[in-house]
């Protein structure tokens, strides 16, 4: 019932506009014209017979009334032409209607069936403050850390048996030895990064969290980053209040770290502030490179998401950065939905990649530290002390870049 209240209003309401406008077009300029045109030729026919009145009195001569005459004559000429103006213009006022009421139904098609397709007449109105008022109430009804993590892995199928039984024996006497030395910082990145391999993401977040806390005051925005990312995977894709404050802190501390950046935004689009997550995600975009985990998510969603934030002419400028080839965070991702031996053969084969281009064509200290820590994931300890050694004699003018490739040794558990 509402609908059909709502059309028959909009249909009439359309109907009388269009009547107005179109009768209006019709008439055109001559209702304006014709009576200005008529009262000048009365005035002017007045002014003649005052002219003939003062020459029969002798108040101006003959010369003088000729010239009156004259001039007066002009005038009469200017608004018969007037006259005959407005009279065609009246006569071309239905060609006229004809065209403005055809003008008029397309417009009025197209509007109507363009609301047809996107509008809903049964929504009720949502001002902003009513959407702003429904995201904060979204946003704090976000379950916590723990209930989240509980809710995915319910939901997750029963683990299957670990394929290599070296590496889950292992992986035990690793837990072990961190729940005895809990403060051995080396022992806590080596068991987030491997629980992080098995998918245990809850795990691994909190053997993060350690890291965080032992490094204390030395802790990077990418150690709270990691640590913001493993507790979005261990709740299966949610930005708990938790890892929000972890992503604040990251931020803080760099505010363009790339996965704090892009967990923030993900946030924002979990509780409809899409504005918000435009403004994060966009410039990540920009900023980004071919290599980094984020960019597929961000060149399918940050479309839908501009759109909703209301930048509804948004295209996606070209990404400033430039790839850097060889294993990423992407590719490591990936690499969790394969089976242990499929992983191990890819990521070995971009390692080997990596590996013989900067034999051949050297690189950057990034690359470098890529390669040792795709090394430590693989635990081919040997060859990621050689290039560590390597990395060393090429680096040692560069204090900044030896400073990342130590980096990369020390998460990769080489001493130094």
């Known amino acids: 019932m509402g609908s059909i209240l709502f059309w028959a209003v909009t249909v009439a309401l359309t109907l009388a506009v269009a009547g107005l406008m179109v009768a209006a077009l019709a008439r055109g300029r001559a209702a304006g014209a014709s009576p200005a045109a008529e009262f000048d030729l009365k005035v002017y026919r007045d002014q003649l017979a005052e002219v003939d009145r003062d020459l029969a009195r002798g108040v101006i001569a003959e010369d003088e009334a000729q010239r009156l005459r004259t001039e007066i004559g002009r005038r009469v000429l200017s608004a018969d032409s007037a006259l005959r103006a407005a009279a065609d213009q009246t006569a071309r006022g239905p060609a006229r209607a004809v065209t403005a009421g055809a003008v008029l139904v397309i417009v009025a098609g197209v509007a109507f069936g363009g609301y047809a397709l996107l509008g809903n007449p049964d929504l009720d109105d949502m001002p902003i403050a009513a959407r702003l008022e429904a995201a904060e109430a979204m946003r704090a009804g976000r379950p916590d850390q723990a209930t989240a993590e509980a809710r995915a892995a319910a939901a997750l199928p029963p683990a299957p048996a670990p394929a290599d039984p070296r590496h889950a024996e292992l992986m035990e006497?690793?837990?072990?030895?961190?729940?005895?030395?809990?403060?051995?910082?080396?022992?806590?990145?080596?068991?987030?990064r491997?629980?992080?391999?098995?998918?245990?993401?809850?795990?691994?977040?909190?053997?993060?969290?350690?890291?965080?806390?032992?490094?204390?005051?030395?802790?990077?925005?990418?150690?709270?980053?990691?640590?913001?990312?493993?507790?979005?995977?261990?709740?299966?894709?949610?930005?708990?209040?938790?890892?929000e404050a972890v992503l604040a802190r990251a931020l803080k501390l760099d505010p363009a770290n790339g996965i704090a950046r892009y967990y923030s935004g993900l946030m924002f689009t979990q509780s409809g502030r899409f504005d918000l997550a435009f403004r994060f995600w966009a410039p990540l975009w920009e900023a980004s490179t071919e290599a980094d985990p984020w960019v597929e998510t961000l060149r399918s969603e940050l479309p839908d998401v501009a759109y909703l934030a209301g930048q509804h002419r948004y295209q996606m400028p070209p990404m400033r950065g430039t790839a850097m080839p060889g294993p990423d965070a992407a590719a490591m991702a990936a690499a969790q939905d394969m089976t242990p031996e499929e992983r191990q053969k890819m990521i070995r084969g971009m390692v080997d990649g990596l590996m013989n281009r900067l034999a051949s064509e050297g690189g950057t200290a990034q690359e470098w530290a890529r390669l040792i820590r795709a090394l430590g994931v693989l635990g081919d300890t040997d060859r990621a002390k050689a290039i560590w050694a390597e990395a060393q004699g090429r680096f040692k003018d560069?204090?900044?870049?030896?400073?990342?490739?130590?980096?990369a040794a020390r998460d990769a558990g080489l001493s130094e």
Do not use: C, F, H, W
């Open 194 to 243: 491997n629980e992080a391999m098995l998918g245990n993401y809850a795990a691994a977040a909190r053997a993060q969290a350690m890291v965080v806390t032992l490094k204390g005051a030395g802790t990077t925005a990418a150690d709270l980053a990691a640590q913001a990312e493993l507790m979005v995977a261990a709740t299966g894709g949610i930005v708990t209040p938790e890892a």
């Open 398 to 407: 560069s204090a900044g870049d030896l400073a990342e490739v130590g980096a």
């Open 173 to 192: 006497k690793l837990r072990k030895a961190m729940e005895a030395r809990p403060n051995d910082l080396q022992g806590q990145e080596l068991l987030a």
